[in-house]
């Protein structure tokens, strides 16, 4: 994988294993991004910045995750400032919707003037766009499609296969409608049938339960004569922000010969993984979110040749919403016979000045690091949920915080000092409208309702975004609030 600049960018796979304390996951100073803001020059040697957070001199692990985020404190400032949020809101609600960064909006402006100047159209594969963007995700243009936005990229990628009656899908029950809702097109056109996996919730998790749960599963329908075709997941489920582990789930899927169906709406923009080297058949994100580029954008990646990480077959899959329509059969190879991601991304005249402002949106995180912002996110993300557990305790946690391969830039927790509150679906949403209501600036967070096990009845977590355009003093605010609005509805 190379950057914008054509530097070799380390391949993302397994670097979730490392932890926020390696060096190799913290990268480019303030000077280099300066200048590379001056386009296009090399990104530099990358210094060491600091040893481990805790530990050292005494400091306790919220005091280290802090000297993490300051120690490049300019570097992130001027990040910030390349985006024109209002400034008497704090936006914490990334997972719902990002925001342009002003180079980003200053593309589209031009595009958009370029277009009705020139009364241009928007016909096309858009092959070359896709081509700049496509590095970034470790994939070629054939296997990066750009698509309307996540939910879009679901309904490609599930109504696309050649479903028969009986086969089954094992998915979670903490989904998003956005995957929910063709699969249950699926079930009444297809007759498919779906499986869900009880999500566990809180700290006392790790990467091998994930592999357990949906390899049980499996196996047990499989012993009941069962047909299972696919595994469908989200990486990370908006509900609690878990990440569901990709690359272990995959040992899953091959060997149970499966179709991979990744709902990564806040994957785009916030990790930076290689799909060529998870090879997923179908992971569907936002361009709208965490990456940050206009609303009604996505990308869908879809396997199209056959690599080392996944040598199952391609799956039969049909365009279902599509000016181009190839009917070369697909590839048994590590050469793709057509290239899919065209059909995903042409239907009629599209909006081009909406996929080049996206375009510019990956650019300019290739240019500070992929890799780089994943850390940082985390990092703001682990900085909080560690500060949660010094106030309210581990088990406020929805969002595991111990194994790195789950970890996400989503933090959902119980705020309330008595837990059962968090089942009061209004008392919830006080407590978010409070919290932008009651400060200046106000916090912009949500909640969401979920299955708990053993629960009586919906949980609904206070969940929180973490993302480059913020920094330590943000969440130490954030948290103050938090706390003192947790005090007032005791
Ligand atoms: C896990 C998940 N899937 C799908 C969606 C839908 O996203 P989009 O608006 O990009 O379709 C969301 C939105 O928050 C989400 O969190």
Known sequence: MQDA????????????????????????KRRDFLRMLGYGASAAALGPLMAGCGGANGQTTVEG?????????????DVQNMFVLRTDKTYMNIGTAGSMPEVVLSVFQEENFAKAADSLNGYGTHADLRALVAPGFGVDSDELAFSANTSSGMCHAILGIDWQAGDVVVTTNHEHGGGDTPLAIAVDRFGIEVSRISMPVGNNQSAATYVELFDERIRALKAQGKRVRAMMWSSPTYKTGTMLPIADLMEVV???????????AHLPGMMAYDYGALGVDFMSGAGHKWQCGPGSTGILIIRNKIRSSNPLPLPNWYPVHTSYYNTTPRTTNGTATYDVAASVTTCGSVHTPMFKALVRACELWDTIGRKKIETYDLTLSSYLKEKIVELWGVDALYSPKDDPKLLSALTSFNPFRNANDIMDQAKSSEFVSRMLADYSPGFVIRNAGFDVIGAPSQHYGVRVSTHLWQDANDVDRLVAAMWEVSNAMA
């Open 5 to 28: 600049s054509g530097k070799q960018l380390e391949s993302s796979v397994g670097l979730t294993n490392l932890s926020l304390e390696d060096e190799a996951r913290w990268s480019v």
């Open 65 to 77: 995750l802090r000297a993490k985020l300051v120690q490049d404190e300019a570097f992130w400032t």
């Open 254 to 264: 091959k060997t149970h010969e499966l179709i991979s169906i990744v709902d990564g």
